[in-house]
């Protein structure tokens, strides 16, 4: 199984995710919020977008950097039945001594 990579800036939501749903071994889609033009063309869709995933039922996956996590966070709470995945736990970075076991 896998996720697709979604295009947020991709007008018709409804009609993409029902076809990506329909797909053998898709279950989810997967967005990239890495950076301020990303975040915001998914903002503008964040409504359409989390109505579609719910509609599909297809998870939401999410690359985002520690700075761009607001809109995961928004999206989660206004619809609780929707599985969401933060990625790489949104790229927190390590920069501490690995004296004390941790990698």
């Known amino acids: 199984r896998g996720v697709a990579l979604a295009d947020p800036a991709n007008g018709d939501h409804v009609r993409q995710y029902a076809e990506l749903a329909a ?3 898709v279950v989810g889609l997967r ?3 890495l950076d301020d033009d990303q975040e915001r063309v998914f903002h503008r869709a964040s409504s359409e977008i989390r109505r579609a995933a719910l509609d599909t039922r297809l998870i939401m996956t999410f690359q985002a ?3 761009h996590l607001g809109p995961v966070a928004e999206i989660a709470r206004s619809a609780p039945g929707l ?3 933060v990625d790489h736990l949104g790229l ?3 920069t501490g001594s690995r004296s004390n076991g941790l990698a």
């Open 92 to 94: 927190i970075r390590w």
């Open 31 to 33: 967005f990239h919020l």
């Open 65 to 67: 950097s520690p700075g």
């Open 23 to 25: 797909a053998p071994g």
């Open 83 to 85: 599985r969401v995945v």
